[in-house]
């Protein structure tokens, strides 16, 4: 009979690159939204974006993950970081 082992997902998940949580996303993004610079330390108007969307390959991984205010990420939708901020030049 095979020994279980038990498994540190926590250790898994910072191996891979996960964010603990939402607010440790924000931290390192210094609660500043990517495309437009508003900042909000009390977290209330962000979101957590990804760069790459899931609909179109993204995955959740803390290197596509980005902290984007509410207005941003509606704006964004379905675009890559890339395209987004082409149609803001």
């Not at 962000?46 to 993204?58: S, Y």
Request: glycine share 6%.
């Amino acid at each position: 009979m095979k020994k279980f082992h038990p498994v540190d997902i926590q250790a898994i998940r910072a191996f891979l690159g996960f964010p603990r949580d939402r607010l440790s996303l924000f931290k390192r993004d210094g609660y500043t939204c990517r495309y437009c610079g508003v900042q909000d330390k009390s977290a209330d108007f962000l979101l957590i974006d990804h760069a790459i969307p899931v609909e179109r390959g993204g995955i959740h991984l803390a290197f596509n993950l980005r902290t984007a205010c509410w207005l941003c990420k509606k704006k964004k939708g379905i675009m890559t970081e890339e395209e987004f901020l082409k149609t803001r030049t």
